[in-house]
């Protein structure tokens, strides 16, 4: 949409990754008229890898300690929103290259594998489908680790999917719907006015009787200029990702470490993705994440020490993206203090929680009950 | 004859020492190299390492370019198959820190051994500066002069552009620079941090106090129907196999585009005992543009004489040349390529075993756009804004050549001079007056070429590209082979960025990084949106620039 933004609307949705645009898709499928402004074109959801995460990140856990409780507070959400992935491909008849192949988390010490051992208890007592594998359980199921690696804990609802076509068939999917989809448009401010908001873009000002915070870490500023300021405390995670050029199936899971930084999987496409959580340079808050060398080789050597057949493989691109954390779980609902004000932030593993996310969001704002409780991620939690 | 048998899918090949296994295969009517997931075969196209549509598998090892692989001792080569299988591998090196990787910090570090590079090289040396040039290619000069690689009694001797390589690497060795040859820079980060890797491997930081960057050019596409196919390359790929290995590209040759190296191309051949089957040119004959002409005289009379040395040769030699003429498709026939020639209202087939596409070039400016410097587009490509010195927007990092537009090598040479004081008095080295003189000189030289080029570009002014009557089943991207349907079929579903529709198509998502299909799809965009490209309308620069092996990040074993 490249002419002007409409004078009123219904809701506004600023944020137009997965997350709002979800919102927006499930608000519109009601008839419901929504505008979603993103400052880029298809926002942070632009640069995820596609793990669909269940199993709590060991990453998460060790740089943020404190938040593990609520770690686990959102953990019964996690299966539900890989599921709920699975049913928005469904009814939008479209392939998102999704494959539910379950995730395996290594260990290279005994150590190590005890810290899975407990962590797989926890997570079976909140009704996680985990297991603990040793090394020959592991080859049977996955014979291409490194010889380093002494077993691992299996997560069976964990998978992955190919993010391209998602944000594709969603993209399409709202349009059709009737959304309209404002690129390159930033927020400047939002301000109360009569019982809705007029919302200042650089493409003018729209009024709307609603307005949902999809904006992932973007939120905290946008809510901290609303009157009354709302704290919603969410920071930018620059973080570094790499792909490799297509090799014959070889990773069918989702692997991560239990001591180190790294996802990998491998697409549809034939093609192995490397991440998990290498950090990127951001040096201007809200600016553009750049990749850094430090990243690529520690991440890339890392995935080799693992599996070590793909070392021969080459990289044909790296890239970084945003992801946003907040105190370990999701911020989403209705703003007490703001009447007509919604909040929409899925939590650590964003991508995963997106859909769900927003299915949740939407319910309350259709006025209906959302089939989770989702009172621990109440927007008001840090005023 | 100094050589090898090597081995191509269990065949054995007569190879020369030093070529390149792609002019040893060439040379045995071997066009098929990389096989595509949709099962094509792909041959040489760029012949220069930028492509990546000659991959082969050597001694096992996946992702090699054949033209940049050197033939050093009996190789066995095989087709590389997409999405091939890996061996397996049992020897996993521990994980690996940035900390652990080689640190060079010469004090001056040149990007590209041209014309341009060297220049700049041994004008800052001059100057006091410790230098450090790497380069990709085996030996140093670049796409300009491709130094023969081979030697051998039946090898034709080097010719006048040879020996001005030869003798200007000299000058760089004698004035005291290091040349890196088969270093590959791949990526370029904040604070001037380079990171490149060996033809062996091996993988290095450099942390220069500053750099110069002359990595060159490479060819435009031109999108046609049948552009992909085995035996369709690029002017400077057949060149790069005859001057570099003596090797003709095949028997029947047809070479069209734009310009004059289609020309120089079509001398050398013929007198490499190729049947040129036409030298089909987009522009007007030259005799139309006589001021021009005259300009060019006036400014660079010896490559005007040398220009009228390649044409007199064509025409004595017999081979035809078609002026106002373009190629709208190819064909592969069981005789050879049929080529369609489309010009005037009318069109004609032409056959041939190879098909040269000349049509301009492109910059190299990934490790400058990587660095942050600012870019403008002219409407055509973009051109890195810089002083009359080669100081880029960024501190610290010059720029010269082709990579920062387009001027040729005699410009290029020119403003490395020039590049290469300032760098140095950047760096604190006094610049005599001597070497004053030789600054005066060369931006007088300079400004000379810059004349010289401008009235070449009258006199080959040509139509550009028609980017709205490529037909939808053209090949837009190569590596991951988009056609331009769906690249329109994106646009008219409102994505109205490069970066957008290359998510949606995947379009620019392989190996090559979108150097040949990005320029059209901004050209697609612009005709349908009417915006103009601008200096980040393209993909954003993500290293690496040239796809890296995984183990050659780990260290070695």
């Known amino acids: ?383 | 004859m100094s050589g090898f048998v090597i081995e191509f899918e269990g065949e054995p090949v007569q190879a020369r020492a030093g070529e390149s296994v792609a002019a040893a295969l060439t040379a045995h009517g071997i066009r098929g190299f990389r096989v595509t997931r949709s099962t094509a075969e792909r041959g040489v196209f760029c012949g220069m390492g930028v492509c990546q549509d000659c991959l082969v598998e050597v001694d096992g090892v996946p992702g090699k370019r054949a033209c940049m692989t050197v033939v050093d001792r009996p190789l066995s080569i095989r087709r590389q198959r997409h999405g091939a299988a890996l061996a397996p591998v049992s020897d996993a090196m521990p994980p690996a820190t940035i900390d652990e990787l080689a640190v060079e910090r010469p004090e001056l570090l040149v990007i590209g051994a041209g014309p341009g590079g060297l220049s700049a090289a041994i004008a800052a040396r001059k100057a006091g500066a410790e230098v450090v040039v790497l380069d990709e290619r085996r030996s140093p000069g670049g796409q300009y002069f491709k130094p023969v690689a081979v030697a051998g009694d039946d090898i034709a001797p080097p010719d006048a552009q040879h020996r001005e390589g030869l003798a200007l690497v000299a000058q760089t060795r004698a004035a005291g620079v290091v040349i890196r040859s088969g270093v590959s820079v791949w990526g370029a980060f904040q604070r001037l941090e380079f990171a490149a890797t060996s033809d062996k491997g091996e993988t290095r930081r450099y942390l220069p106090r500053a750099v110069v960057v002359a990595t060159g050019a490479y060819e435009r596409a031109w999108p046609v129907p049948g552009w992909e196919l085995p035996g369709v390359m690029t002017t400077g790929a057949a060149q790069t196999l005859w001057r570099t290995a003596r090797r003709l590209p095949g028997r029947r040759v047809l070479i069209a585009g734009n310009g004059p190296l289609n020309l120089q191309l079509a001398a050398e051949l013929h007198g490499g005992g190729a049947e040129v089957v036409a030298v089909v040119e987009a522009a007007g004959s030259a005799m139309r543009a006589p001021a021009a002409v005259a300009a060019m005289a006036l400014a660079a009379p010896g490559l005007v004489a040398q220009g009228l040395a390649y044409q007199w040769r064509c025409m004595t030699g017999g081979v035809p040349m078609l002026h106002d003429m373009v190629v709208s498709a190819v064909e592969q026939r069981p005789s050879g390529l049929a080529v369609t020639l489309a010009g005037g209202g009318a069109t004609r087939v032409l056959e041939a075993d190879v098909l040269c596409l000349g049509y301009g070039f492109e910059p190299s400016n990934e490790l400058l756009r990587a660095l942050g410097c600012r870019h403008d587009h002219d409407g055509t490509r973009l051109v890195t804004v810089r002083d009359a010195d080669g100081q880029t927007s960024v501190a610290g990092v010059y720029a010269l050549g082709d990579c920062t537009g387009l001027g040729g090598a005699r410009v290029a040479a020119a403003d490395g001079t020039l590049a290469g004081l300032a760098a140095a008095a950047g760096l604190g080295h006094a610049v005599g007056p001597e070497l004053a003189r030789l600054g005066r000189q060369a931006a007088s030289a300079a400004q000379r070429h810059r004349r010289f080029q401008q009235a070449l570009w009258d006199v080959y002014r040509a139509p550009a590209l028609a980017i709205a009557q490529v037909p939808d089943d053209t090949m837009i991207c190569r590596c991951e082979e988009v056609r331009f349907g769906a690249a329109r079929a994106a646009i008219s579903d409102g994505l109205a960025d490069a970066g957008s529709v290359k998510r949606a198509t995947r379009i620019g998502m392989g190996p090559c990084q979108g150097r040949y299909c990005r320029p059209l799809l901004e050209a697609l965009i612009q005709e349908a949106t009417g915006k103009a490209p601008y200096e980040t309308s393209g993909f954003a620069p993500r290293p690496p620039f040239r796809p890296v092996t995984i183990r050659d990040l780990a260290g070695k074993p």
């Open chain 1, 1 to 383: 949409m490249s002419d002007a933004l409409p004078a009123s609307i219904g809701t506004v949705v600023i944020g137009g990754g997965v997350v709002g645009a979800c919102v927006a898709g499930f608000l519109a499928d009601e008839g419901q008229d929504l505008l979603v402004v993103d400052e880029g074109r298809g926002a942070g959801s632009s640069a995820n890898a596609g793990s669909l995460h269940v199993q709590m990140q060991s990453r998460f856990m060790r740089l943020y300690p404190e938040n593990v409780p609520n770690m686990e507070l959102q953990l019964p959400l996690y299966p539900k929103a890989v599921a709920f992935w699975r049913e928005l491909a469904g009814s939008l008849n479209a392939d998102f290259d999704l494959k539910m192949t379950g995730g395996l988390m290594v260990a290279e010490s005994q150590d190590q594998l005890d810290f899975l051992g407990v962590k797989a208890k926890r997570e079976r007592q909140l009704g996680l489908d985990v297991e603990i594998l040793d090394r020959a359980q592991l080859d049977a199921i996955a014979p291409y680790f490194g010889p380093g690696i002494v077993g691992a804990e299996l997560c069976a609802n964990e998978g992955k999917l190919n993010p391209l076509l998602c944000n594709a068939a969603i993209r399409s999917w709202i349009l059709a719907r009737g959304v309209l989809l404002a690129e390159g448009v930033s927020v400047a401010g939002i301000a109360r006015s009569g019982t809705g908001f007029a919302v200042t873009t650089t493409r003018g000002t729209v009024t709307a009787g609603r307005v949902v915070l999809a904006a992932g870490s973007g939120t905290r500023l946008l809510a901290a200029g609303m009157n009354p300021a709302i704290n919603i405390p969410a920071v930018a995670e620059p973080l570094h990702m790499n792909i490799t050029e297509a090799t014959a199936p070889l990773i069918s899971h989702l692997v991560q470490h239990a001591d180190r930084m790294i996802t990998l999987k491998q697409f549809g496409t034939g093609q192995i993705v490397i991440g998990g959580g290498w950090p990127a340079r951001q040096d201007v808050p809200g600016g553009h994440a750049e990749v850094e060398l430090a990243s690529l080789i520690a991440n890339a050597s890392l995935a080799q020490h693992i599996v070590p057949s793909i070392g021969n493989l080459r990289i044909i691109r790296t890239w970084a993206g945003l992801n946003t954390s907040v105190d370990g779980m999701g911020v989403l609902g209705a703003v007490p203090a703001i009447p007509g004000l919604f909040v929409a932030i899925p939590g650590d593993a964003g991508y995963t929680l997106g859909p769900l996310s927003a299915r949740l969001v939407a319910d309350v704002m259709l006025d209906r009950k959302p089939g989770e409780d989702i009172s621990p991620f109440r927007p008001e939690r840090f005023e």
